[in-house]
C-alpha cells in the first residue's frame, strides 16, 4: 500500500503552478529595440484608436482671412503648405506668429495651444525671400554648368575616337595628313577655352578640371604625330645631287690620299694613247759627236723631240 504522504507529494509534484500577479504584470510589457520599455500589444484584440479632431484655423494675411481645416496633431509646417495654396507664397519665406509669437515649423499645433477657430497671422520674410532666391539663382547656376560640362565632354568624345585613329596611323609608320592635325586640334582649343569659361563649384568644378586634362593630353598627342609627320623616313629621302666642282673636288681628295692609286690611273691612259717607236742610227764610238740612238713617242695630241747624247773620252 502506499502511503499517503507519499501520495500527496506526487499530486503536489505533478500540479500545475499558479502564476503570481506580479508576473502577469511583467508579460504586459515588452522592450523595444530603441531600448524604450512599453506596453505589450495584443495584434489580436478589436482595438480601434479614437479619431484625431479636424479643426479650423483663420489664418490673416494682409487685410484677408483664410480658413484652413487641419489636423490638431499637425504641425506649423503642415499649415504653411496648406497657407501656400491659398496665398501663392513660398512656405520658406512665411513667418506664421500665433499670440505674437513666432512659430517654428516643426512645432505641433495642440501643443502650442491652437484650437479650433484659433487665429494665426501670416507675415512674409524679406531676410528668407532673398536667401530663397539667392540659392535659386546658385542652384540654376550649377545646373547650367552641368549641361554645359557634359556637352563638352559628348564632343571631346567624338573627337577622342579621331585622335586615336590618327595615333593608331602613325605608330603604324603611315603618313597622316597635316591638314586633320590642324583641324583636329583646332577642335579640341575651342573646347578648352569652352571649359575655361564654364564658372562651377564643387563636383562640377571637379569635372571640369578632368575634362580639361583630358583636352590637354589629346592636344600633346596631335603635336607627337605633329612632329613625328614631320620627321623624313629613310625611304622618303631623295639622293643627294652632287654639284660638278663638288664631285672633282671630292675626287682630287680621294686621289690624294692614295698616291700609288693616282699614279697608276695617271699611266693606265698613257699606255691606251702613246705608241713607242725605235729608230736606230749608225754612230762610230770614237767620234764624239756621232749621233746616239734616240727614242720618239708620237702621241694623238703632239710628238717629242728627239734626244741626242754627246760622249766623252776617258
Keep these: 500500500m502506499r502511503s499517503r504522504t507519499g501520495g500527496r507529494a506526487a499530486a503536489a509534484a505533478f500540479s500545475p503552478i499558479e502564476e503570481s500577479p506580479s508576473a502577469e504584470k511583467a508579460a504586459e510589457w515588452e522592450v523595444r529595440p530603441g531600448g524604450m520599455l512599453v506596453q505589450m500589444r495584443n495584434p489580436d484584440a478589436d482595438f480601434t484608436a479614437a479619431p484625431v479632431p479636424t479643426i479650423r484655423v483663420k489664418v490673416k494675411f494682409g487685410a484677408v482671412y483664410h480658413e484652413i481645416y487641419i489636423s490638431s496633431q499637425a504641425t506649423f509646417g503642415d499649415l504653411k503648405m496648406a497657407v501656400s495654396a491659398r496665398t501663392r507664397v513660398h512656405p520658406l519665406d512665411m513667418k506664421l506668429m500665433y499670440k505674437s509669437k513666432e512659430r517654428d515649423s516643426t512645432a505641433f499645433l495642440d501643443i502650442a495651444g491652437v484650437k479650433d477657430k484659433s487665429k494665426v497671422v501670416l507675415v512674409e520674410d524679406p531676410t528668407a525671400q532673398a536667401k530663397r532666391l539667392l540659392e535659386m539663382r546658385k542652384t540654376d547656376k550649377m545646373e547650367k ?67 580639361t586634362k583630358r583636352v590637354q593630353k589629346y592636344v600633346e598627342t596631335l603635336d607627337a604625330i605633329k612632329i613625328k609627320n614631320a620627321t623624313p623616313r629613310a625611304k622618303d629621302q631623295p639622293r643627294p645631287t652632287q654639284h660638278p666642282v663638288q664631285a672633282l673636288q671630292r675626287w682630287e681628295l680621294q686621289q690624294s690620299r692614295n698616291p700609288f692609286q693616282q699614279d697608276h690611273q695617271q699611266l693606265l691612259p698613257q699606255k691606251q694613247s702613246v705608241v713607242a717607236t725605235t729608230n736606230w742610227e749608225t754612230f762610230d764610238l770614237l767620234t764624239p759627236s756621232t749621233p746616239t740612238a734616240t727614242t720618239t713617242a708620237a702621241s694623238t695630241a703632239s710628238s717629242t723631240p728627239h734626244a741626242r747624247f754627246d760622249w766623252e773620252l776617258f
Aim: proline share 0%.
Design 145 to 211: 554648368a552641368a549641361k554645359s560640362i557634359s556637352a563638352i565632354s559628348l564632343e571631346v568624345d567624338r573627337l577622342a575616337t579621331k585622335v586615336s585613329a590618327l595615333e593608331a596611323i602613325a605608330n603604324k609608320g603611315g603618313r597622316v595628313v597635316d591638314n586633320d592635325v590642324t583641324n583636329l586640334t583646332e577642335s579640341l582649343m575651342n573646347e578648352l577655352i569652352k571649359l575655361d569659361t564654364v564658372v562651377a563649384d564643387g563636383d562640377v568644378k571637379l569635372q571640369r578640371k578632368m575634362q
